[in-house]
T-cell receptor
Framework: NAGVTQTPKFRVLKTGQSMTLLCAQD?????MYWYRQDPGMGLRLIHY???????AKGEVPDGYNVSRLKKQNFLLGLESAAPSQTSVYFC?????????????FGPGTRLTVL | DQQVKQNSPSLSVQEGRISILNCDYT??????FLWYKKYPAEGPTFLIS?????DKNEDGRFTVFLNKSAKHLSLHIVPSQPGDSAVYFC??????????FGTGTSLTVIP
C-alpha cells in the first residue's frame, strides 16, 4: 500500500499562473482533505470531501478550488496563484470522522509563488 | 483566532528523561484530541488520541493527559529517545467535524 501520495513534491510558480495538485489514496477512504502549513500557523483546512463527487469549504478556502471525481483522488487547484499561497500543502484521508479514525497524511507539496 | 495553541515552539530533553509537550484549546465543545508527529520532508503521522470521556490514554512510552476544566492536554514521552526528535502537533475536534491543529512543538532529544 502506498497510502497517501501527492504530486508534485515541489513547484515554483509565477504570480497569476495556475496549477493543480494531485492527491491519491489507496485505502478506500471516504474522506479526503487539503491543508496548508505556514510558519506559526499550524495546519489549516482548505477544502475537504466526504465522498466521491462532494466537496466542502474548510477554514481557508479562498483562492482554491477542488474536485473529487474519483474516490481515490482529490485535486486542489489554484487558478491564479498569489505569493500569499506560498506554503506547504498536505493532503490527508480518513475512513470516517468518528473518533478513532485518524487522518493519514501525504508527504506534502512545497509551493513557492514568486 | 487560533482555537488550539501550542505555546512552546521548541523543547530540548536529554535522552532517557521525560518529554512533556503541552497544548491548550479554547473551544469547550471539542471532544476528541490527537497528537501527530512529523519528521522533516514527511507528512504528519498519527501518534495517540484521547476522547473527552477520559482523562488519560497510554500507549507504550506515550501518554496523553486531558484536563477538561483547564482546557489543556499534554503528551508525555518516557523515556525520551533520539528518534523521538520531531515536530509534534496537537489537534482537536468536535466529533464529526473538522480538526483544528496547533502550531507545533519541535522536540530535540539529546543523546
Amino acid at each position: 500500500n502506498a497510502g497517501v501520495t501527492q504530486t508534485p513534491k515541489f513547484r515554483v510558480l509565477k504570480t497569476g499562473q495556475s496549477m493543480t495538485l494531485l492527491c491519491a489514496q489507496d485505502m478506500n477512504h471516504e474522506y479526503m482533505y487539503w491543508y496548508r502549513q505556514d510558519p506559526g500557523m499550524g495546519l489549516r483546512l482548505i477544502h475537504y470531501s466526504v465522498g466521491e463527487g462532494t466537496t466542502a469549504k474548510g477554514e481557508v478556502p479562498d483562492g482554491y478550488n477542488v474536485s473529487r471525481l474519483k474516490k481515490q483522488n482529490f485535486l486542489l487547484g489554484l487558478e491564479s496563484a498569489a505569493p500569499s499561497q506560498t506554503s506547504v500543502y498536505f493532503c490527508a484521508s480518513s475512513y470516517s470522522v468518528r473518533a478513532g479514525d485518524e487522518q493519514f497524511f501525504g508527504p506534502g507539496t512545497r509551493l513557492t509563488v514568486l | 483566532d487560533q482555537q488550539v495553541k501550542q505555546n512552546s515552539p521548541s523543547l530540548s530533553v536529554q535522552e532517557g528523561r521525560i518529554s512533556i509537550l503541552n497544548c491548550d484549546y479554547t473551544n469547550s465543545m471539542f471532544d476528541y484530541f490527537l497528537w501527530y508527529k512529523k519528521y522533516p520532508a514527511e507528512g504528519p503521522t498519527f501518534l495517540i488520541s484521547i476522547s473527552s470521556i477520559k482523562d488519560k490514554n497510554e500507549d507504550g512510552r506515550f501518554t496523553v493527559f486531558l484536563n477538561k476544566s483547564a482546557k489543556h492536554l499534554s503528551l508525555h514521552i518516557v523515556p525520551s529517545q533520539p528518534g523521538d526528535s520531531a515536530v509534534y502537533f496537537c489537534a482537536a475536534s468536535v466529533t464529526g467535524n473538522q480538526f483544528y491543529f496547533g502550531t507545533g512543538t519541535s522536540l530535540t532529544v539529546i543523546p
